[in-house]
């Protein structure tokens, strides 16, 4: 049995490493405008930017209290803006951030090491440019959320496809092996490694809420939204054994349901549907299983591999483990 | 802001607050929400909560109360307790740790509340008790029930990370 007492207090203090508490005339603000809704601007352009596939680290997200802001921050609405469709979603499962700074020769070696690792597939460089570029193309219409992103803390970044994606634990104990220590320490990565982030953690976090993981084992994303594509993702799932049931749900439909899921799972409908439209949310087969078999076999079953992208007319298979 | 010391109470245990309801919600953004709305009532207070021997209890004890009202209540969404700056990002967590964050945020409400006061507070059975104003019988089989659970999925973490 572990040491429940320390490792809770390693578990509190590292979760707080980097927080700071506002000024405490904040609070008194707080107080005064309990009631009035406010949408802080800069907090919807990260989670768009990490929706959209592009996460970034703390450097450039900004902490409370590195910027003043405005008392009333003006509600930024960037529904339509962020797309699900990043170029990275569906393609790869890890973002691997490089240090500012990091010379060519020790890229290449951090390049190296990931293509060594076994749960290593594929490993894509994206650099500053190229991901300022993409920023700029995905947010072309959003003028506003571009003013207040700054191209030159954008890290450069490794893309990384898995051969399958629950070893994205066995990814960041590779880089990142090494666990804290002292509370004040970063999480020591090797050098050159910022942040090991699983791309797919915000999908998760939202579009796949408590209420459907209790019947769902697997949520199947369709890459197009063709009538001829989505029967023939139906006809494969209907051929496999151990499928107990299958429902569809349109993106019109999940969007629409959205804000009701999110308040069941405790959280703001107001701070996380702006990042989301009927058109980035996408379509997708909820399957349940009848207990014949593993969820693991079932996606190998459907794709004949478990790697991202490898699944013909299936954006993502997210699998939801739960005890029988 | 007027002080009498609450600023530099504040100061001086955010951060462990924090960290402890943290332990409660699963989600940083979550425990900051409604550890600023304690210290927001506790500050409208102040000149009776300052004086209590452990204001910091209090503070604990109504944000311990907001975090379950939020599991428990869709009214608190109307509410909208507001953030104050721009969410932090998900903490990194050392990958040993990123299991037990998993193992306690599985556990229903109830049981993380007792393992987070009796294991993290470090507040004995009859005090978490009267804290969340349940018969210690209640408390005891929470922290068993809870302590088994977590067991039972970290051993289930650490195999399937070996194999």
């Known amino acids: ?324 | 802001m007027a002080d009498d010391g609450f600023a530099a109470f504040y100061a001086g245990s955010y951060r462990r607050l924090l960290g402890q309801l943290f332990a409660v919600t699963g989600d940083l953004a979550e425990a900051e929400n409604v550890l600023q709305e304690a210290y927001v009532r506790a500050f409208a207070r102040w000149s009776r909560v300052g004086d209590y021997d452990l204001p910091e209890a209090w503070v604990r004890r109504v944000a311990i109360n907001l975090a379950a009202m939020a599991e428990r209540s869709l009214r608190r969404q109307a509410r909208a307790l507001l953030r104050l700056g721009p969410p932090p990002l998900v903490p990194e967590l050392s990958p040993d740790l990123l299991d037990l964050r998993d193992a306690l945020a599985a556990l229903p409400l109830g049981q993380r509340q007792v393992i987070v006061l009796h294991h993290l507070v470090g507040l004995p059975v009859e005090e978490v008790a009267r804290e969340l104003r349940l018969a210690p019988g209640t408390v005891k089989s929470r922290l068993a029930r809870g302590r088994a659970a977590m067991a039972g999925s970290l051993d289930h973490d650490r195999s399937e990370v070996t194999s």
């Open chain 1, 1 to 324: 049995m572990i040491d429940l007492d320390t490792q809770l207090e390693r578990l509190a203090a590292e979760a707080t490493r980097d927080a700071v508490p506002p000024e405490p005339a904040a609070l008194a603000r707080r107080g005064r405008r309990r009631r009035r809704r406010q949408l802080a601007g800069s907090a919807l352009v990260v989670a768009a930017v990490v929706a959209a596939g592009l996460i970034l680290p703390a450097r450039l997200a900004g902490r409370a209290g590195d910027r003043p802001r405005p008392a009333t921050a003006p509600a930024t609405d960037v529904a339509g803006a962020a797309s699900l469709g990043g170029y990275w979603f569906g393609k790869t499962d890890a973002s691997v951030l490089l240090e500012e700074g990091v010379t060519p020769a020790r890229r290449q070696a951090i390049r190296e090491r990931l293509e060594d690792l076994d749960v290593v597939d594929q490993v894509y460089f994206e650099s500053r440019a190229e991901a300022w570029a993409r920023l700029k193309e995905l947010y072309k219409g959003k003028p506003e959320i571009l003013e207040r992103t700054d191209p030159a803390v954008i890290p450069e970044s490794f893309r990384v496809r898995l051969d399958a994606p629950e070893h994205f634990k066995r990814l960041l104990l590779a880089l990142c092996p090494r666990p804290l220590t002292k509370v004040d320490a970063k999480l020591a990565c090797i050098d050159g490694v910022e942040a090991v982030v699983d791309d797919k953690a915000p999908l998760k976090a939202v579009l796949v809420p408590k209420p459907w993981t209790a019947t769902t084992d697997v949520t199947v994303f369709l890459a197009g939204a063709g009538e001829a594509e989505r029967e023939a993702v139906r006809r494969r799932l209907a051929a496999l054994d151990g499928v107990a049931e299958v429902t569809y749900v349109t993106p019109a439909e999940a969007y629409r349901r959205l804000p009701e899921k999110l308040r069941r799972d405790g959280r703001d409908p107001g701070k996380v549907t702006p990042l989301f439209s009927p058109a980035s949310v996408p379509a997708a087969f909820h399957v349940a299983l009848d207990g014949s078999v593993r969820v693991g076999e079932f996606h190998r079953a459907l794709c004949g591999s478990r790697k991202t992208g490898a699944c013909a007319g299936i954006l993502l298979v997210l699998e939801h483990p739960r005890r029988r």
